[in-house]
T-cell receptor, first 115, second 111 residues
């Protein structure tokens, strides 16, 4: 089983550029989560999807951030334009929701550096 | 707003010591409390706790929840250098698994 796949693993970009992070959840999982982790704020939930539908995006920091899940096997998190304060590790996680808590499996993360 | 507070923030112990990591929380709708271990990569799942007073155990790690006092502890006995990691406590409080994470406790085990 491949687990949650994220790409790229590392990205360094200049301020103002568009950044797109990609995630492939575990096959059969119906919930997908995007997290951001920094030293100062720890792990923060940005947005989560259930059956490809965004359920709660209240964690998205501002309009520069957007996320899509066009199908059950792919999601993107886009930052446009990027800023240095967006530098963080971005994790994608997936789970199979059966009406009670199910373990979220995390991808390896994308380390983003915005110069 | 749901809240998860972990303590201590950082801990350094010698191999063989026993450590206790604390997690207190405030929540409007408790579903479960989760513990994760994070080394230099993604968090990995340790325990899920839903009922008070029932200890979950996995090898040298164990955890228990107190829903009356709103806290959980994670114990690690006979620590090893491989236990060095950040331990995250998380609260599941809503539909579709809305999860709030604590800032984590960084544990360093020295030989």
């Amino acid at each position: 089983d491949a687990g949650v796949i994220q790409s790229p693993r590392h990205e360094v970009t200049e301020m103002g550029q568009e950044v797109t992070l990609r995630c492939k959840p575990i096959s059969g999982h119906n919930s997908l989560f995007w997290y951001r982790q920094t030293m100062m704020r720890g792990l923060e939930l940005l947005i989560y999807f259930n059956n490809n539908v965004p359920i709660d995006d209240s964690g998205m920091p501002e309009d520069r951030f957007s996320a899509k899940m066009p199908n059950a096997s792919f999601s993107t998190l886009k930052i446009q334009p990027s800023e240095p304060r967006d530098s963080a590790v971005y994790f994608c996680a997936s789970s199979f929701t059966r009406g009670s808590t199910d373990t979220q499996y995390f991808g390896p993360g994308t380390r983003l550096t915005v110069l | 707003e749901d809240k998860v507070v972990q303590s201590p923030l950082s801990l350094v112990v010698h191999e063989g010591d026993t450590v206790t990591l604390n997690c207190s929380y405030e929540v409007t709708n408790f579903r479960s409390l989760l513990w994760y271990k994070q080394e230099k990569k993604a968090p990995t799942f340790l325990f899920m706790l839903t009922s008070s007073g029932i200890e979950k155990k996995s090898g040298r790690l164990s955890s228990i929840l107190d829903k009356k006092e709103l806290f959980s502890i994670l114990n690690i006995t006979a620590t090893q250098t491989g236990d060095s990691a950040v331990y995250l406590c998380a609260l599941d409080s809503g539909g579709y698994q809305k999860v709030t994470f604590g800032i984590g406790t960084k544990l360093q085990v020295i030989p």
